[in-house]
């Protein structure tokens, strides 16, 4: 059967709605969890934050940048990084993470797979043959485990360790002032999540290959046959799509926050000192009074510019 399409069912249109769409959602996200966290500071950290992005001289309140970082990761994953609480923590935002890699993966490929007929003017779509509810569950199940298994695997142990690393590197970072230092703790950090996130990503695929094949060493019923011939295929195509990005860059969720931060509150103390932007800040960021969500409107913005500009060069990429 064949149905035209229209201008707004084109997959070039809806994947640029989507684009705009998931990048406002990206802005609005960022913004909400630095303000989210900010009602959750005390006076006393929130005073030192507005007196690093006003760059005061009060000497009982400055404190090297990394160490009210610190304080931020201590009041969102707890004072203790190997207690129940920093890892339950950890995990849930590991979770958010892979939900968000996900649906930026996911959404764009079902609707490359929707439109199959792109570059025409019909899609075609095929009659399916109704199949027991039994089968699709047990089908379902057996593509969703592995899944499952390998997020516990690939994500929530190595993020934690990632969590780690990062709350390491800004202790390091606390006990010097030079750019240069920190500078270089930094790269490491990069270095070193993205090792990490490698191991995860091997962790996962092995995961996945182990689990899916179990099935054929129990049983050889035809439907299992049926469904482990699918899965095979699916895994053909994953690695290179979504199960690559979602062991990969959940790592980099706390080391981003970091670079973030830095960069978001760099910016804010920079355009303080150029009379038009000062300006412009003084309407737009209420620094002395809500300093993180002056960093989180920075933060957002830089999050969505960036993800517009990669996905246009993608799109440009692409249509070489």
Same mark, same amino acid.
């Given at each position: 059967?064949?149905?035209?399409?229209?201008?707004?069912?084109?997959?070039?249109?809806?994947?640029?709605?989507?684009?705009?769409?998931?990048? +406002?959602?990206?802005?609005?996200?960022?913004?909400?969890?630095?303000?989210?966290?900010?009602?959750?500071?005390?006076?006393?950290? #929130?005073?030192?934050?507005?007196? $690093?992005?006003?760059?005061?001289?009060?000497?009982?309140?400055?404190?090297?940048?990394?160490?009210?970082?610190?304080?931020?990761?201590? #009041?969102?994953?707890?004072?203790? %990084?190997?207690?129940?609480?920093?890892?339950?923590?950890?995990?849930?935002?590991?979770?958010?993470?892979?939900?968000?890699?996900?649906?930026?993966?996911?959404?764009?490929?079902?609707?490359?797979? /929707?439109?199959?007929?792109?570059?025409?003017?019909?899609?075609?779509?095929?009659?399916?043959?109704?199949?027991?509810?039994?089968?699709?569950?047990?089908?379902?199940?057996?593509?969703?485990?592995?899944?499952?298994?390998?997020?516990?695997?690939?994500?929530?142990?190595?993020?934690?360790?990632?969590?780690?690393?990062?709350?390491?590197?800004?202790? #390091?970072?606390?006990?010097?002032?030079? +750019?240069?230092?920190?500078?270089?703790?930094?790269?490491?950090?990069?270095?070193?999540?993205?090792?990490?996130?490698? +191991?995860?990503?091997?962790?996962?695929?092995?995961?996945?290959?182990? +689990?899916?094949?179990?099935?054929?060493?129990?049983?050889?019923?035809?439907?299992?046959?049926?469904?482990?011939?699918?899965?095979?295929?699916?895994?053909? /195509?994953?690695?290179?799509?979504?199960?690559?990005?979602?062991?990969?860059?959940?790592?980099?969720? =706390?080391?981003?926050?970091? $670079?973030?931060?830095?960069?978001?509150?760099?910016?804010? #103390?920079?355009?303080?000192?150029?009379?038009?932007?000062?300006?412009?800040?003084?309407?737009?960021?209420?620094?002395? %009074?809500?300093?993180?969500?002056?960093?989180?409107?920075?933060?957002?913005?830089?999050? =969505?510019?960036?993800?517009?500009?990669?996905?246009?060069?993608?799109?440009?990429?692409?249509?070489?």
């Amino acid at each position: 059967m064949t149905v035209p399409l229209t201008g707004a069912d084109r997959p070039d249109v809806v994947g640029a709605l989507l684009t705009v769409t998931f990048g +406002i959602a990206i802005y609005y996200g960022v913004q909400k969890f630095f303000k989210d966290l900010e009602e959750k500071l005390s006076e006393d950290t #929130r005073l030192r934050v507005t007196v $690093w992005l006003l760059d005061a001289k009060a000497h009982d309140l400055v404190e090297p940048w990394p160490r009210t970082l610190g304080r931020l990761f201590d #009041r969102v994953f707890g004072t203790s %990084h190997f207690s129940w609480q920093c890892f339950r923590r950890s995990c849930l935002a590991s979770l958010i993470a892979v939900g968000i890699v996900a649906a930026y993966i996911a959404v764009p490929t079902a609707v490359n797979l /929707l439109f199959k007929g792109h570059g025409t003017s019909q899609v075609v779509i095929p009659a399916q043959a109704p199949r027991p509810a039994v089968s699709m569950i047990a089908g379902f199940a057996m593509l969703l485990a592995p899944v499952v298994v390998s997020i516990f695997v690939a994500n929530l142990i190595p993020d934690y360790i990632s969590l780690l690393e990062t709350r390491w590197a800004l202790r #390091r970072m606390q006990v010097t002032t030079s +750019i240069v230092v920190q500078a270089v703790i930094l790269a490491i950090d990069f270095a070193v999540t993205a090792v990490l996130a490698t +191991i995860a990503t091997v962790l996962g695929l092995v995961t996945v290959v182990i +689990i899916a094949y179990l099935p054929s060493a129990m049983t050889r019923d035809p439907l299992n046959k049926l469904l482990l011939k699918v899965l095979g295929n699916v895994l053909v /195509l994953l690695p290179s799509l979504l199960y690559r990005y979602i062991w990969f860059y959940p790592a980099f969720l =706390t080391s981003i926050w970091t $670079w973030l931060y830095v960069a978001s509150g760099l910016v804010v #103390r920079g355009a303080r000192r150029v009379d038009i932007l000062l300006a412009l800040g003084n309407r737009l960021l209420d620094v002395e %009074h809500k300093p993180l969500q002056a960093i989180g409107l920075i933060a957002a913005l830089i999050c =969505t510019v960036l993800y517009w500009a990669v996905s246009i060069l993608h799109f440009l990429i692409s249509a070489l």
